[in-house]
């Protein structure tokens, strides 16, 4: 059989998050940095995420990493992160699948107890510590590019629910940050369907009433997600709360959210609330945990922000090779309503 298109991937979940992390089948792509490779693929090159993440091979709770080579002296490799309706420049979830992936399938030499390198990602350098036993990487922590606040208390005019308040910070990605219990849920499970409408209706509000463009890069420039968040409990070194984050174009993210728990990082020191050194322990909607910790202070562009350390875990689940047979009717796959929501819903 004649294949028109063959990519190689591996399966790994962390926190019950499902990525997809590309091993084979894409040479490179024409860029000198992440950021350029990712602008590329998003104007130039987009039948590759329409070919894995739209049905029939894909669906909306998967995100896909392509592995790259980089040009940054520092770093080993790159990655473009894939989700269903655009790319990011940051995602912690998609940065411990991918890490798990190139270790645990010898892409990167695995030392143990510990393996330290760096990846490069659209955001910039990410310095990563996997912690290793009997060939398994058991977690990986990674120092997040910098964190910082937006600002907080910002009001916005949602449509169907009236003013809400709502803080707005950088993590890798732009949050609009929401109290949960301000609207009377408690991020469990059976909340989920309309923690995700409301979620959206509130990303979309916040987006055009809060304007937010990062101030060393002006291309990352709007609110790309809301997280829900709970009531904070003390801990030992710490905090500890639950979280969700709704992921465009309408789902919940299953694992606590790395890019989500910088962003809150930056808020609670904001408000002093979480000092350098002390760590949250960040919980997703289905148990799952990740560790964020407040390592230390920065100036990002005149902003002050803090430099955010996440760990967690995650597990291969499944190797597939994606084909395009040169007949098939839909080598960019297709969307239907049913199952991926639009604006208009």
């Not at 979940?13 to 998003?42: C, Q, S, W």
């Not at 398994?136 to 606040?149: E, G, H, I, L, Q």
């Not at 469990?188 to 409301?198: D, I, N, T």
């Not at 760990?311 to 291969?316: L, P």
């Amino acid at each position: 059989m004649r294949f028109q298109r063959m990519i190689n991937v591996v399966g790994v979940h962390t926190g019950g998050e499902l990525n997809e992390v590309i091993t084979g089948g894409v040479l490179d792509v024409p860029g000198a940095t992440m950021f350029d490779k990712m602008t590329y693929l998003r104007t130039q090159g987009d039948d590759l995420r329409q070919f894995l993440l739209n049905e029939p091979r894909g669906r909306i709770s998967q995100c896909v990493n392509l592995v790259l080579p980089s040009a940054h002296p520092e770093a080993i490799a790159g990655f473009v992160i894939i989700e269903s309706e655009y790319y990011v420049p940051m995602s912690g979830s998609n940065t411990i699948c991918t890490v798990t992936a190139l270790l645990e399938t010898g892409m990167i030499p695995m030392r143990e107890p510990v393996t330290r390198f760096s990846l490069e990602a659209p955001a910039g350098l990410v310095p990563i510590t996997a912690e290793c036993r009997d060939g398994k990487c058991r977690s990986v922590t990674f120092d997040n590019v910098p964190a910082f606040v937006f600002g907080l208390d910002q009001t916005v005019d949602v449509p169907g629910l009236g003013k809400l308040v709502v803080d707005v910070a950088y993590g890798g990605m732009i949050y609009a940050l929401v109290d949960a219990t301000e609207l009377g849920f408690q991020i469990v499970p059976k909340e989920a369907r309309a923690l995700v409408e409301l979620g959206e209706r509130i990303k979309r509000a916040a987006a055009q009433q809060c304007p937010a463009v990062h101030s060393e890069n002006p291309e990352i420039n709007t609110i790309n997600q809301t997280l829900f968040y709970g009531p904070l409990i003390d801990v030992p070194g710490g905090k500890r709360s639950r979280n969700t984050v709704v992921v465009s174009p309408g789902r919940l993210d299953r694992s606590p959210c790395g890019t989500g728990t910088s962003a809150r990082l930056a808020v609670l020191h904001a408000r002093g609330m979480l000092s350098v050194g002390e760590s949250l322990v960040h919980q997703s909607i289905i148990g799952s945990e990740y560790i964020g910790t407040i390592a230390g202070t920065v100036d990002v562009g005149g902003m002050p922000g803090i430099r955010p350390t996440i760990t967690g875990s995650a597990w291969i689940t499944a190797f597939h090779q994606y084909v395009l047979d040169p007949t098939d009717p839909f080598p960019t796959g297709y969307l239907l309503p049913d199952s991926w929501p639009t604006p208009a819903d």
